[in-house]
Every structure is written in C-alpha cells, then in structure tokens.
C-alpha cells in the first residue's frame, strides 16, 4: 500500500521494513524495546495522532518514548485494509508537506 503512494519509496534495511518520501521516514517497523510484537510506526503531526487515536483507539498506541517525536504505533494485526490506508494517508501527507516545505526553502535561498 505504501509504494503505490507518489514519491514512496522501499527503504527497508537490515533494522527492518521501512518506506520513506525524499529519504524522510514515512514508516517503519517498530523496533524499540517499547513497542508491541508486530507494531509499525507512523510518522504523524501531533494533531492527526490525535485523531486518528480516537478513530482506532484498539489498534492505536503511544509508548513513553514515543511521544516527544510527531509518531504514532499501530498493532498491525487489529487493523482492516481501510484503517490502514487512513493511517498511512495521515502520515504521507505529514511527510510530503515537510519534504515540500523544505525543497521551497531551498529554493528561496538559492534565489537569494
């Protein structure tokens, strides 16, 4: 599902599986020891981790040293085809807009 979002691309290492946008982590398998069996994290503003929270409260959870960085986790398992896509909807824009900002900003210095 994520690879068939534009600009993703499969950013898997050794650590895990991992899909990013202009080599910003969009999500990758949870691997702190914090994390539940089988969780992925999703890079999210803290209003959308809001949200979406709320919207899959069983499937949705933030560990303490989660919850400084704009993420959020999620037990695969109790998540159906379609919750998955409004997660990963969440998070590509999150990250798209960060990437659009930032090459806006390269843009205005290289003009300056």
């Known amino acids: ?4 979002l534009p600009n993703v691309e499969d950013g898997t290492t050794e650590r895990g599986i991992a899909f990013t946008i202009g080599g910003r982590l ?7 020891k914090s ?16 949200r979406l929270m709320a919207s899959h409260p069983e499937a949705l959870y933030l ?12 037990r695969l398992p109790r998540l159906d085809r379609e919750s998955l896509g409004d997660i990963l909807g969440a998070a590509w824009l ?3 807009e960060k ?3 930032k090459k806006r900003r390269g843009a205005r210095k290289a003009r300056s």
């Open 1 to 4: 599902m994520a690879l068939a």
């Open 26 to 32: 969009l999500v990758c398998e949870a691997t702190h």
């Open 35 to 50: 994390a539940e069996p089988n969780s992925f994290v999703f890079r999210v503003s803290p209003q959308q981790r809001e």
């Open 63 to 74: 560990p303490d040293h989660y919850a400084k960085h704009p993420a959020v986790l999620a």
């Open 94 to 96: 999150f990250i798209a």
């Open 99 to 101: 990437s659009l900002r």
